[in-house]
């Protein structure tokens, strides 16, 4: 994800974070609209990029929350960087594999955030397995859906161009 | 970049953020939580706004009815209030005539500014509240009290910048709250426990405790001031040490449903006073 894609992205998290707490606030204890930012941008399998914007989405999310700062950013960073490490190693591609990465993604961040706030934080709240799965199956259903609306629109694009390419090229005949 | 750079920059990364969390912010924040703070919250309230916008809208349609039973609603908590102010005003007089007699000179009372709720996430156990104020600039470890549900502890001031805020809730498992019970004045800590409870604790098995009883601030922690209304008792049990009560209290206000909030500016401990405690500590 280029860098103001990766800004954008993140100015719709934000501004879907505070509409859902006003609208329909227990849907932000389900899906966390940072995380999927850093999935969708580990998508161009470039680890460094990918620890990096994982870092600043999780001090963003750290940032609106309560909690000790840098809890998300420690945990996103390293997700960022898995997810793209993985998708170098294995070939992800369709639907399928993409949602079964995210879901494993989604649960290492919950792991990683347990287990700090369980090292650091006094009588810390840790969430209960049903609050992980959950998390792990609607975040992984966002993300491939918007994975799936990504590579269409990307091919309209592309589709797109190459008709006009086509026409302008009979048309200068 | 190649492998190593990419594990080194890992590690780097890791590390400034371990760093970041183990060091003591400071009056406002850490510097870097403080700016994506005041970069990030205009646009979440921005968004807290549109949807505001989309439910006034979509209760437009039904507003007839909703403003009388608002208007009916917001004249009962009038007349309740101006009794209540009545009778404080009667209460505050008092006090002062018997100060004088007995030469006791009060602490100054502070002053109350309104803020408005940009966002309250209460479900995930990162609870925080976050409020505007157009009036004045919060500061840390100001109280926050409801503005309505009869003006109950909210929380407190842990990160501001500019005219936004970010408030620990009492139903935070990391906030502790001096209380005591109002009817036999015995004192103990209140702490969140999850988004609709608190559980007061050191409290001796031998104190007489009831469900219903009101639980108040004890002014003893140098945060909240005495005397703001915290919940009410809703299930004694004996705990598992053998030594102290598991109180369990409802809060007093629906957090969920806060719209306005106060925040008191009362210094409680002088800063020099915290700074001696704080260089102090272990």
Not at chain 2, 95 to 120: K, N, T
């Amino acid at each position: 994800m280029k860098l103001l894609e990766f800004l954008a992205a993140l100015v719709v998290a934000t501004v879907f974070y505070g509409g859902a707490l006003r609208l329909f606030p227990p849907v932000v204890g389900w899906l966390d609209p940072f995380l999927i930012v850093v999935l969708l941008a580990s998508l161009d399998r470039h680890p460094a990029w990918s620890l990096s914007q994982g870092m600043v989405a999780g001090l963003a999310y750290d940032a609106l929350s309560g909690g000790l700062y840098g809890l998300n950013g420690i945990a996103d960073t390293v997700v960022g960087y898995a997810s793209a490490r993985l998708q170098q190693r294995f070939v992800v591609q369709g639907a399928v594999q993409v949602s079964l990465l995210f879901a494993l993604a989604t649960a290492l961040q919950q792991a990683l955030l347990a287990l700090l706030q369980f090292l650091l934080v006094r009588s810390a709240e840790i969430a209960s397995a049903m609050r992980v799965g959950g998390k792990m199956l609607i975040t992984s259903v966002v993300c491939t859906l918007l994975f799936v609306a990504g590579h269409r629109l990307r091919r309209w694009r592309s589709d797109h161009r190459e008709n006009r390419k086509r026409r302008l090229t009979m048309d200068t005949r | 970049m190649n492998d190593r750079w990419t594990h080194a920059l890992l590690l780097v990364l890791i590390l400034g953020q371990m760093i970041l969390l183990s060091s003591r912010p400071g009056a406002s924040g850490s510097h870097l939580e403080r700016f994506f703070f005041s970069l990030l919250t205009p646009i979440s309230h921005g968004g807290s706004s549109v949807a505001e916008l989309l439910t006034t809208i979509s209760g437009a349609f039904d507003s007839n009815r909703v403003l009388r039973a608002d208007n009916q609603s917001l004249r009962e908590d009038l007349a309740r209030m101006e009794e209540e102010v009545l009778r404080l005003r009667g209460l505050e007089e008092e006090l002062e005539r018997l100060s004088q007699l007995s030469g006791y000179s009060r602490p100054e009372g502070g002053s109350l500014y309104a803020a408005d709720v940009v966002f309250i996430d209460r479900s995930s156990p990162l609870r925080t509240l976050v409020i505007y104020s157009g009036y004045a600039r919060p500061q840390r470890n100001q109280p926050v009290l409801a503005a309505d549900q009869g003006g109950g502890l909210v929380g407190r001031v842990i990160t501001a910048t500019g005219h936004y805020a970010k408030v620990q809730l009492i139903t935070d498992r990391a906030l502790s709250v001096g209380a005591m019970i109002e009817r036999t004045r015995r004192k103990g800590l209140v702490q969140g426990f999850d988004e609709s409870t608190l559980i007061l604790d050191h409290i001796p098995l031998q104190e007489d405790v009831e469900p219903g009883d009101l639980v108040a601030t004890a002014g003893n922690d140098g945060v909240f001031p005495r005397g703001l209304p915290i919940g009410r008792v809703a299930r004694v049990t004996p705990g598992t040490d053998g030594l102290f009560h598991r109180i369990v209290v409802k809060p007093a206000n629906d957090l969920a449903r806060l719209d306005r909030v106060y925040v008191l500016t009362r210094q409680i401990l002088p800063l020099n006073v915290r700074e001696t405690l704080n260089r102090e500590a272990p």
